[in-house]
Protein backbone atom coordinates (compact mmCIF):
# COMPACT_ATOMS: atom_id res chain seq x y z
CA UNK A 1 0.00 0.00 0.00
CA UNK A 2 2.47 2.41 0.90
CA UNK A 3 4.24 1.67 -2.47
CA UNK A 4 1.30 2.47 -4.49
CA UNK A 5 0.86 5.96 -2.35
CA UNK A 6 4.02 6.96 -2.70
CA UNK A 7 4.44 6.07 -6.73
CA UNK A 8 0.78 7.84 -6.73
CA UNK A 9 2.38 11.18 -4.89
CA UNK A 10 4.80 10.68 -7.10
CA UNK A 11 7.56 10.76 -4.52
CA UNK A 12 10.88 8.75 -6.26
CA UNK A 13 12.66 8.49 -2.75
CA UNK A 14 9.65 7.15 -0.95
CA UNK A 15 9.27 4.70 -3.74
CA UNK A 16 13.08 3.46 -3.64
CA UNK A 17 12.71 3.11 -0.05
CA UNK A 18 9.36 1.06 -0.45
CA UNK A 19 10.71 -0.90 -3.34
CA UNK A 20 13.90 -2.01 -0.88
CA UNK A 21 11.38 -3.27 2.14
CA UNK A 22 9.61 -4.89 -0.35
CA UNK A 23 12.30 -6.84 -1.98
CA UNK A 24 14.04 -7.61 1.64
CA UNK A 25 10.26 -9.31 2.53
CA UNK A 26 10.26 -11.26 -0.77
CA UNK A 27 7.72 -9.14 -3.05
CA UNK A 28 7.74 -10.88 -6.26
CA UNK A 29 8.17 -8.88 -9.07
CA UNK A 30 4.93 -9.97 -10.65
CA UNK A 31 3.37 -8.74 -7.03
CA UNK A 32 5.70 -5.27 -7.87
CA UNK A 33 4.10 -5.47 -11.66
CA UNK A 34 0.45 -5.80 -10.43
CA UNK A 35 1.10 -3.02 -7.37
CA UNK A 36 2.21 -0.58 -10.33
CA UNK A 37 -0.75 -1.20 -12.03
CA UNK A 38 -2.85 0.09 -9.21
CA UNK A 39 -0.57 3.23 -8.99
CA UNK A 40 -1.30 3.89 -12.52
CA UNK A 41 -5.23 3.53 -12.43
CA UNK A 42 -5.19 5.76 -9.59
CA UNK A 43 -2.94 7.99 -10.57
CA UNK A 44 -3.26 8.19 -14.04
CA UNK A 45 -0.74 8.65 -16.62
CA UNK A 46 1.22 11.34 -15.10
CA UNK A 47 3.12 8.08 -12.75
CA UNK A 48 4.61 6.85 -15.69
CA UNK A 49 8.13 8.30 -15.83
CA UNK A 50 7.50 7.52 -11.89
CA UNK A 51 6.91 3.96 -12.60
CA UNK A 52 9.67 3.42 -15.02
CA UNK A 53 12.04 4.90 -12.52
CA UNK A 54 10.22 2.10 -10.14
CA UNK A 55 11.19 -0.59 -12.14
CA UNK A 56 14.52 0.07 -12.85
CA UNK A 57 15.03 0.13 -9.35
CA UNK A 58 13.19 -2.61 -8.71
CA UNK A 59 15.48 -4.59 -11.38
CA UNK A 60 18.87 -3.09 -9.69
CA UNK A 61 17.29 -4.56 -6.37
CA UNK A 62 16.41 -7.87 -7.55
CA UNK A 63 19.69 -8.01 -9.58
CA UNK A 64 21.57 -7.05 -5.90
CA UNK A 65 19.63 -9.52 -3.93
CA UNK A 66 20.48 -12.76 -6.65
CA UNK A 67 24.11 -11.88 -6.51
CA UNK A 68 23.79 -11.77 -2.63
CA UNK A 69 22.45 -14.99 -2.59
Known sequence: MGLVASAVLRCDDCVTYHVKQC???GVTREEFL???NVALVVGGSI???HLRR????LDKELEAKGAEG
Open 23 to 25: VEV
Open 47 to 49: TIP
Open 34 to 36: DAF
Open 54 to 57: AVDR
